[in-house]
């Protein structure tokens, strides 16, 4: 975890040291420090970072909003310290999809275990969506078998069974998936309609 590569924004210079120094003290020594957050844009597309962790004194919606889509906040961990916010701001920041959200919490001892946290937090919730991603595909892949096995049915006058033999037996000669096979079925029947 100490080879990442880090984006820091921090306006304020004396933050950024003690940032600077909690990173480094906790392994983390590929830190990139910006000092305002219209530079993050060119500093994410030029250093393409695996964690960026802003801090901010008061952000309002439009300025969290932007900061999570410049920073891709569904790419890789992003968190952000505040020193004041409120549940509006709280619900703004899970809907931008940070990984952390610390209220007046900068403080040099709690930076590493935040970040830890907020790596482990976007791991997990990326799992989670290329899971839910994964069953949609199965979900519509099946469908499309289905839909391709009534076909044949329809077609051949032949059972459900032998709808599915045919496709798995044409997938088999073609090296082609099933869901290949039943895909281009469906297209040509949708064509010749």
Do not use: C
């Not at 984006?7 to 590929?30: K, T």
Request: glycine content about 4%; overall charge negative.
């Amino acid at each position: 975890m100490s080879d990442l590569k880090i984006i820091v924004v921090e306006p304020d210079p004396d933050r950024a040291r003690d940032i600077i120094d909690a990173l480094m003290d906790g392994g983390w020594s590929d830190v990139k420090m910006i000092g305002a957050a219209s530079q993050l844009d060119r500093a994410v597309q030029s250093e393409n970072p695996d964690i960026i962790l802003i801090g901010l004194a008061n952000p309002d919606r439009d300025t969290l909003e932007h900061l999570s889509l410049v920073s891709d906040a569904k790419a890789r961990p992003v968190a952000m310290f505040v020193d004041y916010s409120d549940e509006g701001m709280t619900q703004a920041a899970i809907a931008a999809g940070l990984s952390a959200y610390v209220v007046n919490g900068l403080q040099k001892d709690r930076i590493k275990p935040v970040l830890e946290t907020a790596i482990a937090r976007f791991r997990m919730l990326s799992k989670m969506q290329s899971e839910l991603n994964a069953a949609k595909q199965a979900l519509q892949d099946r469908k499309t078998i289905d839909r391709a096995k009534g076909l044949l049915m329809q077609a051949r006058s032949i059972s459900e069974d032998e709808a599915y033999v045919l496709l798995r037996k044409t997938a088999m000669d073609q090296g082609r998936k099933v869901v290949e096979v039943a895909t281009a079925l469906v297209t040509a029947a949708d064509l010749l309609r």
